[in-house]
Every structure is written in structure tokens, then in C-alpha cells.
């Protein structure tokens, strides 16, 4: 077997994964994570390599995070919402060698080939019968090659791809995955899972996108240790809620978006839903409005438990309901293998109950790079063995972690980090805009939503048709997602004396009465 499903011998019968379409068990996993290592190293793929995987959630991908856990190479989950150029500008920026993609998502896949020439990869998979030039069909690759156990295996991992505040997503290579290394050292972070209340055996429901750091983390490490993932394609509340119950889930992750989303189901589904074997509710990402947490409190208990973490150093903070009911609006306190600091506007290390820059060093010595961005390392790295995003908070007199405000320039809607410099990179570009500003405004369902303000040229009205021209200008390059809901038009856009750009002038009015800042 790959050593990483070594342990599962005894369960090779049992399900390893389950989808829409059907169960693999623990030894068709292991056969055909087999078949895939044989497929890739064939194709001439080496330790170091990046693989890009293009997929929705089904079973193929844990095949592929396994494979590339077991040989040595970085997968790269590429966002299934992009453009076809943010996928092309991933391949090329990620030098990648295998790209595998799932069928449904052929006609954005061939496109962002043809966007970028340069990035040639050697292996190329699509998840269909009949794929277009130059694909092979990933289950005739599979099927036509060994399944025997690889020898060489050793340390991969997974690089993912983050929005930059200049206007282009960085891959955060962490330190963790080091290559040579043996790949039962993945088995070490896989049982740190039970540090936030994972059981093994269990029973773990992915139904949020893959390809965001939290939901591979909070589902292919359960599965190194032994808990089988039961996947949903797309997130429909009253459908998790019968799966659940289904399946028997032990564990879930969710965000804010998803708790109001279950809350709204019909009162009916609400009675019905039983969660007996449910123990752990994870949820995090994206700040959770108060109102929205006690509700899931007062139906699912004290299950539901509240983290606060990033791409770059995982699990930062972790607190349980009894203790968020106790000091409600914290995350938490640090995780045993993370120390935390918070840094002022002098630059010394912050008493408690004052606000500063939150930085984070990992007491197990791993840390992370961006790839081809050594400025932007360095960056996040001003604090010696720390690092920081720039969110803003403070620690209390207990240790307990609060969030009071992001200092760099990001949104997050519905789970997921959206950088404005990259939109408004884009609607600059049309003639009637002299000036531009994308920033982040409440909303009650994804947390946040995209707002632009935009200064006209002389002479320039903005009509209905120009809003569509602005709107379908940032959907022809970028994930829909990324589209501003509204734009306002302002005289001028507001800077200081240095031309530096205000923007909490224009977020300012949009936040007052809410009760928060992010």
C-alpha cells in the first residue's frame, strides 16, 4: 500500500470516500493512488514538481492529494470559480508539470491552455470518457497502469494559491512539506487533528470547496487518519443536513455563510434533523456575527467550535462554545504549538487589552514562502521567526484572542479572500473610469460583499449601460464571485496629501450600526 494508508489494511473493504457517484474503499484508494503515482512519474513528473488540479469536490482528488503526498510533489488545487486567464496565470506562475481536471470544467481548462502557451505540462488528465486535445481520460490512464506499491515514496503536500494585495494570487509553499522526507510524517499533522476534536475513526462531510486551505485540511488529513470523507458537489443546506444523518458524520467544517444558510431551511427539515453521531462542527474562515453563532449554539450545542487560522500557518486559535458564550467575539487562544504577539504602532510587543498587528510563530519551526515573491515574504516576515497577515486585534488578560480589523487591503465574502487591487486593476483599464476604489461592505448572509467607487472622466455619465460594461468587464477576466454588486460613482475619490488612496473614508459609512469593522 502507499505508506500513507498503510495503517487501513484491516478496513480494505470499508469506504474510504463516498460522493454522489459512489464509494472507493480503503483499498481502491490505495490501488488507484497506485496506478496515479505510476501514471504521473511515467510522464516524466519529479519530486518537486507541481501538480494542478482543476475539480470539483468528488472522489478523484483524493486520489491525487495521496499521490503527490506519497511522491514527493506539491499539488496545486486551483479556485473552480476562475477565469480562464487566473487559471493560466496559476499554471505559468506555478510552473506546473500535471494538470488534471475535472470534465465538467473542460471548456475553461482548454482556454487557459491557450492562454498560456508557456505552460507545457507534461501530464495532462481530464475526469471524462472522450477528453478534448491534449488530455488523456484519467480513468483509461489509471486503468492501463501498474498497481503496484512505488518504491521511492517520500513527503509532498499542497500548494495553495491566495489573492495578492498587488493584484495576482501567490502560492504559499509551506516548510512543512519537506522534500526527501518520509511521507509518514503527514501522519503526525493528520493525528494533530484530534488536537481540535476529530475523531478517528470517524466520518468527516466536505461539503465546501476543496481547493480553499481549510476544507483540504479539515478533510484530507482526517483521511490520512483514518476517518472516511463523505463529499457533497455543491453545498445545499437541507441536503447536509439529511447527509448528516445519512452517513452518520462525526465532523463537519463550515463558515458563516453556510450556519445562515441552515438556519433559514424550513422549520420541518430544522425538526427533523437528528445529528446523533455528530460531534465536532468547525467553523472559520470569515468573521461570524454574533447573532448567527448563538443560533447555531442554541440548535447544535456545544459541538460547534470557532478557529482562527490562514493558509500560510494553519490552526492559530481554537475555542469551544462554552468558552465563546463566556467571552463572546473571541476566537480563542492559541493552539500548543503556536505562540502568538501583538505588535504596536512602536513596534514593541503590546500589553493585553491593547490592539496591534497580530503575529504568529510556529513553535514546531515550520513556516512558509511565497513563491517568486520574495518582497512579499519578507514582508510578512518583519518580526523575527514570526509571521503576520496583518490582521489587527488584541489578547486579553487570559490569553484569548479578539479580531478588531484587517490592515491590508482584503475581503472575505462567504469564506473566501478576495484582494480589490486585482478588480481594480481591471476596471481602470476602461476609458470612462479617471479613478477607481474596490473595497468590502456588510452582508448579512456571506459576511461581506464587493463595492467599488469610481470616478468618471470629464464629461462622462453613468448610465445602466455603463454599469454593465464596468460589471461584465471584471466577469470576462475574474471569478463572478469577484463582480462588484454595486458601484458608486463619486466626485472625487478621496486621498491623502501624499496620493495615498482613503479608502476607509468610502467603507466607513456602509459599516456604521453594524457593531463591526470586518
Known sequence: MVRLLSDFHDRSDDAAVIDADGVITWDQLNDRTNRLVHVLRGAGVLPGDRVALLAGNRRE??????????????AVPINWHFAADEIAYVLDDSGATALIVDGELEQVAVEALQLSPQAVPLARLMMTTSPPAPFAAYEHALGTAIGSEPDEQMLGGVMFYTSGTTGRPKGVKNTAFALGAPPEILKMSAGAMAGV??????????????????????????????????????????????????????????????????????????????GDALQLVLHGAAPCAPSVKRAMIDWWGSKVTEYYGATEG???????????????GSVGRAMPIVEIKIVGDDDSEAAPGNEGVIHVRSLLGSDFEYLNEPGKTAEAHREPGFFTLGDIGYLDDDGYLFLSDRKIDMIISGGVNIYPAEIEAILITHPAIMDVAVFGVPNDEF???????????PNTRYTPALDRDLKQLVRAKMAGYKVPKNIDVVAEMPRSDAGKLLKRQLRAPYWEGTGRKI
Open 447 to 457: 459576511g461581506e460583499e464587493v463595492r467599488a467607487a469610481v470616478q468618471l472622466t
Open 314 to 328: 494553519g490552526v492559530v486559535t481554537i475555542i469551544s462554545a462554552e468558552e465563546w458564550l463566556a467571552k463572546p
Open 61 to 74: 482528488i483524493e486520489e491525487v492529494y495521496l499521490a503527490c503526498a506519497s511522491a514527493g510533489w506539491l
Open 197 to 274: 476534536g476529530i475523531p478517528s475513526p470517524g466520518r468527516t462531510l466536505l461539503c465546501g470547496p476543496q481547493y480553499h486551505s481549510a476544507q483540504w485540511a479539515f478533510s484530507f488529513l482526517p483521511l490520512v487518519a483514518g476517518t472516511s470523507v463523505v463529499m457533497q458537489r455543491k453545498f445545499v443546506p437541507e441536503e447536509t443536513l439529511a447527509v448528516i444523518d445519512e452517513h452518520a458524520i462525526t465532523n463537519v467544517h463550515l463558515v458563516p455563510t453556510q450556519f445562515v444558510r441552515l438556519l433559514r431551511v424550513d422549520s420541518v427539515v430544522k425538526r427533523d434533523f437528528r
